[in-house]
Nanobody, 119 residues
Framework: QVQLVESGGGSVQAGGSLRLACAAS?????MGWFRQTPGKEREGVAA??????YYAPSIIRRFTVFRDSTKKTVYLDMDNMKPEDTGTYYC?????????????????WGQGTQVTVSS
């Protein structure tokens, strides 16, 4: 069982920045971030698959996903944040790509960390 520990959530004003981190107990070829708000499905935000990086259109040029050389820690730098970025952010980990980078099935998940952006 893969253990994932997230950190870095919090509250920020619009235009501000936060960094999320997720430490995994084992390396993963796929590591990424999803977010969820009440009443909505979990959606992909950004992910790393081997050497490729993927981003949701709504966060391109504002968020950056990267991981360390051990492939056990993934980060999400969030800049110029907007109120619509508010949600619970979940770290995702797996050894497969899935049907697409934002496919949420068959992933290991962190406990979630709350991000709140106020206007």
């Amino acid at each position: 069982q893969v253990q994932l520990v997230e950190s870095g959530g919090g509250s920020v004003q619009a235009g501000g920045s936060l960094r999320l981190a997720c430490a995994a107990s084992v390396p993963g070829d796929y590591m990424g971030w999803f977010r969820q708000t009440p009443g909505k499905e979990r959606e992909g935000v950004a992910a790393v698959w081997k050497e490729a990086h993927y981003y949701a259109p709504s966060i391109i040029r504002r968020f950056t996903v990267f991981r360390d050389s051990t492939k056990k820690t993934v980060y999400l730098d969030m800049d110029n944040m907007k109120p619509e970025d508010t949600g619970t952010y979940y770290c995702a980990h797996s050894h497969h790509f899935g049907r697409d980078w934002d496919d949420s099935s068959d992933r290991n998940w962190g406990q979630g960390t709350q991000v709140t952006v106020s206007s």
